[in-house]
């Protein structure tokens, strides 16, 4: 488990991070969304122990980064947002080296190489030269190599950024196993769509403050309570809008196309599916109903606007 405590940073006047506080779980993926300048990297630098916070702290699976620095160091998996790999060395060499850094003794090193490799699909590369690699593949290296000593979390500072879509389509997958492993990740990105699909828990950062956290349905309900209900409906037997106007907790009612109301609605599931019983009750042709996925991206934009221009 990783709690994270009254985290803060100072850089001399500026103040980077005000103090955040959050905890996560084993298996969780927790995408860290924030524009530039926000705070991501130095977050992740605290409790990656290469920055000393100016207050606060982090305490991963009961060492705390300010005071057992080494044990958390033995435990965690840390790739910078920009990475650089050595030139003339093989895949397997600079994953030698690295698992060497980690101190993983010599007769285990090769087992872990190739199994570094086959979660990172580089084992067809095991014996190439890093600088032949594509670019998506370099980043997979810069991951396996963050996986050399299994460490229980991963701290992943922008690691889409500059992939093409595929590449970033095979770097989701292997988070995903990595969580499917019960590793914790934090993975950081200032592009929102990149991170809403695959990451569980999300931290919107603005301006060095966590403004929103938890499972992305909760952020986005908290921050949307009105839930938006479509209905599709045979059009053929009176006035359905007038009707769903009518009822309880109904703040809104639209036309959406043919055959379509829009529903703005502001009560829980239950008040929903009566909702439902009672159009469906007083004898209107119902197709199709369903609550419109609120977009976390929408979210993002209403909690930043206003804190940068
Ligand atoms: N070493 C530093 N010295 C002074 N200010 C810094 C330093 N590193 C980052 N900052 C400032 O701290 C703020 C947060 O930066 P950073 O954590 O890199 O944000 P992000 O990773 O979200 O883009 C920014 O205003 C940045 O300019
Ligand atoms: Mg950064």
Redesign the pocket.
């Known amino acids: 488990m990783l709690e994270v405590k009254n985290l803060r ?1 100072e ?2 006047g ?1 103040t ?2 005000r103090g955040i506080n959050f905890t996560l779980q084993p298996g969780d993926i927790f995408g860290f969304i ?12 605290m409790i990656s122990t290469l920055l000393e916070p100016t207050s606060g702290t982090a305490i991963l699976n009961g060492a705390d980064v300010r005071r057992d620095p080494m044990a958390v160091r033995r435990m965690i998996g840390y790739m910078p ?1 920009f990475f650089g790999l050595y030139d003339d060395v093989k895949v397997w060499e600079y994953l030698d080296f690295f698992a060497a850094i980690y101190q993983v003794p010599v007769r285990e090193r090769p087992a872990i190489i190739d199994n570094v490799l086959e979660l990172t699909d580089l084992t067809v590369k095991k014996n190439a030269f890093v600088q032949s690699l594509s670019r998506g593949m370099q980043q997979r290296l810069c991951l396996a190599r963050c996986l050399v000593h299994d460490p229980q979390l991963l701290l992943l ?2 690691p889409a950024s500059g992939l093409d879509p595929r590449a970033r389509a095979e770097l989701k997958e292997l988070i995903a196993e990595l969580g499917r492993m019960g590793k914790i990740v934090i993975v ?1 990105s ?1 592009i929102l769509p990149e991170l809403a699909d695959f990451c569980n828990t999300v931290g919107i ?1 603005e301006k ?1 403050e966590l403004l929103a956290f938890g499972p992305v349905s909760q952020v986005v309900q908290g921050l949307h309570p009105v839930r938006v209900l479509r209905v599709r409906y045979l059009g053929t037997n009176g006035d359905l809008k007038h009707f769903v106007e009518a009822q309880q907790h109904v703040q809104t009612v639209e036309l959406a196309g043919d055959g379509e109301l829009r529903i703005e609605f502001d009560a829980d599931e239950e008040q929903q599916a009566a909702l439902l019983a009672k159009i469906v009750s007083a004898d209107f042709k119902v197709v199709g109903f369903r609550e419109e996925e609120a977009d976390l991206e929408d979210v993002f934009l209403k909690l930043t606007t206003g804190a940068v221009n």
Do not use: Q
């Open positions: 940073k850089y001399g500026l980077a991070v924030g524009s530039n300048g926000a705070g991501k990297t130095t977050t992740i630098r947002d500072d922008e950081s200032h950062i060095g």
